[in-house]
């Protein structure tokens, strides 16, 4: 038994036993049960997942001269050797774990591990005991959650990675943005953060357990059958603050002095359009039907110049510049990626269009929907490749399972049949670049081009024959960043160079804000942090890490769980400007605001004079006094604010959810200044304490409140 002190943090380790002993944080004890100190995923050449823990070594010999040791003398693999160890760091006084595998049987894959392996108590409202907190997760920009039971019904439960992939894992680089999670109890935090430069796949994510909640981080090795793994990067452990804030400061401190590549601040990126620096207004609607899975009939909004006179109009009442986002143009298919063009009606409509917008200050922009392969349309019937992919042989190029057969996708499958693409094999590389190509000669000004791809990741292969590793790893990290990248280049030298493109540069993004190592080729992208509020509270994590480097915009709200007849579109408003994103409005079919994408039901349509008097109001504030701490600002703990708040119930579940009456962050400008921003997006006065002191702001308000240094 050892035990070790890092500041706050106590900790006593049972290595011959294999488990945590005991957890103490600010004087109290925080463990919440027991569990073997590591997990190892064994991937046999049929596809079966056999897993061994701590708990099944027969034999320890402790490390010289360090904190932790060797496991060995397990019963079906005696050669098999797993070193655990752990140290204080000399520079940050924090924990740092690290391990690695040995002498891995041939015709077996180390696929993955877990270490270490952490029970703490139940989240705060599953709590009986008192001492229940909450959980911060990087997942869709930010999201804190105190009911872990809760999260567990809904579709953004725990799951178990497996192919063929779903897009709700909670893994990185996907949904999770960044490496790292914290449980959060109201006197102090526990940081738990992957510092790896690599950026590799991992599973960051959490459960119920009897007795507590299980904080599960999974390395994804990478490796081939025999090859050995350690993870060459610590595993840290600190004690933070209890504020979420505090959590992702510690991260935000690794970030800044391991920054992927491509990635820089935009004080100094020279390569963003103009426009990316002002705030444009996202405007998205379908050309064809209403809803993902509707008959594909043209609507009111085509021909396209059909929706001019309502941009117009929306343009002049928001007192803003137009991102023109369409859906359902696709002239193949609606969501049947990869191939997307020729437009709908051809080109020579659609860049009637493209041309009338940038004549009148205009942006244009298009939905496309990943990596997926789309054999067979759901949605229109002439759209068949089911002949073309047997004779071509193209299920080699597709993602296979650890059993190496190719299965049919799981993602968006009411709209189209197919599989996922392996964008590292040869040939799936040059379909999505056949298919993709089009794009960068198009003379768009955006293409959210990895719509499904969440946060710019790939999906699950296993493949054995397409020159990557046996197991998932960092080589999806690194065959993405490529990619990613090489597609950026091309899109913004393409559309500087013909000058089509109203600013004189493409700009890529993904469904959900770009993950950490792709920030850099997806510099703006589809946000998703309404989903959040199906088991938790959205919190802008996102934005406090990575603000000075990247901004994206609030998003469709695909899968809203709010109820419409609440009218929230402002409340998200104000949510996307305080954290220095762009703001979003969907449209009808009828040319009408929508209260989100992917709805059939139009019975209580948002306030669209309060909602456009709303953003003009905000657009005017950001150009006049907010855009030093809104665009490359930095995000800073704000001071406490205390106000009312309004209480609606969440769709499915029946758990509510309440809406501040105003919503703040706080910034810290290129000029060191600080100020504390406070949006009301209420339509009558909305009277809140911040520093002591008590204000009211007017409907539809927004104000700066300057803060000492």
Known sequence: ???????????SIDFEAGRIAALSLNGAARLGGNAPLFRLGLRHTDGELEVLSAYDARAFEPLSGSDGGVYRGFEKYPELTVTASVRIAAASGELEWEIAVDHVPAGLVAEWVEYPQLILPP?????????????????????????????????????????????????????????????????????????????????IDFYPVDGGVAMQLRLYTGTDPGEAYRTGFPIVWAAVAGQWQSAAERYRRWFETHLPPDVRKLADNADLPDWYADLPLVVTYPVRGVHDMDEMTPNKLYP??????????????????????????????????????????????????????????MLLGVYCSGFGYTDKSNLIDSYDRREEFAAEGLAGAMCAGPDGIVRKSRICTGQRSGYDTCPASETGRAILNEAYAPLFDSGLDYAQILDQNHGGGQYLCYSRTHGHPAAPGPWMTANMRALLSDWSRRAGARSAADGRSAAGRMLLGCESAAAEPFMGSLPFSDNRFELNYFYGTPVPLYAYV????????????????????????????????????????????????????????????????????????????????????????????????????????????????????????????????????????????????????????????????????
């Not at 909670?170 to 999670?181: A, R, W």
């Not at 986002?325 to 990869?338: I, K, Q, R, Y």
């Not at 005017?620 to 209480?647: N, Q, S, T």
């Open 546 to 709: 990575y603000h000075e480097y990247i901004r994206n915009f609030m998003g469709n709200q695909c899968c809203l769980p709010l109820p419409i007849a609440e009218d929230t579109l402002r409340d998200r408003i104000a949510y996307a400007f305080c954290a220095g994103d762009v703001p979003t409005l969907v449209l009808t079919p009828e040319g009408e605001l929508s209260p989100a994408w992917s709805t059939r039901d139009f019975s209580h349509l948002p306030d669209k004079d309060a909602a456009l008097r709303f953003i003009a109001n905000l657009s005017r504030f950001y150009r006049e006094e907010a855009k030093p701490y809104l665009y490359g600002g930095r995000m800073i703990a704000p001071l406490p604010l205390e106000c009312a708040g309004r209480e609606v119930e969440c769709l499915y579940w029946g758990h509510r959810v309440t809406l501040p009456a105003v919503c703040t962050t706080a910034w810290e400008a290129a000029d060191g200044s600080r100020a504390q921003l406070v949006v009301n997006p209420g339509l009558s006065p909305a009277t809140f304490t911040l520093g002591g002191n008590t204000y009211t702001l007017e409907p539809l308000g927004i104000r700066l409140f300057p803060l000492e240094n």
């Open 304 to 361: 396209y110049a059909n929706a001019l006179p309502v941009l117009e109009d929306i343009a002049a009442a928001a007192d803003s510049r137009l991102l023109v986002l369409l859906m359902h143009w696709e002239g193949t298919a609606p969501w049947a990626p990869p191939y997307v063009w020729p437009p709908f009606g051809g080109e020579a409509e659609f860049n009637a269009f493209r041309d009338a917008l940038h004549a009148r200050d």
């Open 1 to 11: 038994m050892i035990t070790l002190t890092a500041g706050k943090l106590q900790i």
């Open 123 to 203: 989240t705060a409202d599953n709590n009986t005991a008192g001492n229940g907190g909450r959980i911060l997760l990087p997942y869709n920009e930010g999201v804190l959650i105190s009911d872990a039971v809760l999260r567990q019904r809904t579709d953004f439960r725990h799951f178990e990675p497996e192919y063929p992939s779903l897009g709700c894992y909670s893994v990185f680089p996907n949904m999770l943005c960044s490496q790292f999670m914290a449980y959060l109890w109201d006197d102090a935090g526990l940081y738990i953060g992957a510092h790896d430069p690599e950026r590799g796949f991992k599973q």
